[in-house]
T-cell receptor
Framework: DAGITQSPRYKITETGRQVTLMCHQTWSHSYMFWYRQDLGHGLRLIYYSAAADITDKGEVPDGYVVSRSKTENFPLTLESATRSQTSVYFCASRPPTGSYEQYFGPGTRLTVT | QKEVEQNSGPLSVPEGAIASLNCTYSDRGSQSFFWYRQYSGKSPELIMF????GDKEDGRFTAQLNKASQYVSLLIRDSQPSDSATYLCAVNIPTGRRALTFGSGTRLQVQP
């Protein structure tokens, strides 16, 4: 089915471990985004990508790394997880032109112990 | 001042009533405005967007935009218990990033 998927849906990891969250979309949207959602802060942009091999920082990029070698995939890596990175992570995408409408994946709930 | 502000609620309305959700934004250059609905434990779902001053209606939903007052609202007519969710206002802040800036959301409770 077309759409945007994220994996894993739930992850528990320990402080200091490296974790990669995956995002895959089948719409061939050029723009992709990573947000985190925390109580009291709403959705905050971590990184975004305008196309394959083009990425840029958002509002809260520290501690995160992204890559985009293929249009359809946009993985987010926590190089050394910290408790403050416990959150729900949403991937989103949108087409390159026209509206700014974004469409979200189902989310990954990450707990860092 | 936050770039996009919403009252966190909860906003409680009886079934069948009109629910009015409000949002203000700081950047006068913003051109596109969106309302997302988010059920507990789920991802945000786009329900309305508006670009021009005035009202835009879609079924039971009406989005209202007043750029002079930097104000956007969402009206839900004939509210149903299934409308109980958090409603997120999103705005394209023209910073060069092609991303939306979200408010913290308003939690709506529709009482049967």
């Amino acid at each position: 089915d077309a759409g945007i998927t994220q994996s894993p849906r739930y992850k528990i990891t320990e402080t200091g471990r490296q974790v990669t969250l995956m995002c895959h979309q089948t719409w061939s949207h050029s723009y992709m985004f990573w947000y985190r959602q925390d109580l009291g802060h709403g959705l905050r942009l971590i990184y975004y990508s305008a196309a394959a091999d083009i990425t840029d920082k958002g509002e809260v990029p520290d501690g995160y790394v992204v890559s985009r070698s293929k249009t359809e995939n946009f993985p987010l890596t926590l190089e050394s997880a910290t408790r403050s990175q416990t959150s729900v992570y949403f991937c989103a995408s949108r087409p390159p032109t026209g509206s700014y409408e974004q469409y979200f994946g189902p989310g990954t709930r990450l707990t860092v112990t | 001042q936050k770039e996009v502000e919403q009252n966190s609620g909860p906003l409680s309305v009886p079934e069948g009533a009109i629910a009015s959700l409000n949002c203000t934004y700081s950047d006068r250059g913003s051109q596109s405005f969106f309302w997302y609905r988010q059920y507990s434990g789920k991802s945000p779902e786009l329900i309305m967007f508006i670009y021009s001053n005035g009202d835009k209606e879609d079924g039971r939903f009406t989005a209202q935009l007043n750029k002079a007052s930097q104000y956007v609202s969402l009206l839900i007519r004939d509210s149903q218990p299934s409308d109980s969710a958090t409603y997120l206002c999103a705005v394209n802040i023209p910073t060069g990033r092609r991303a939306l800036t979200f408010g913290s959301g308003t939690r709506l409770q529709v009482q049967p």
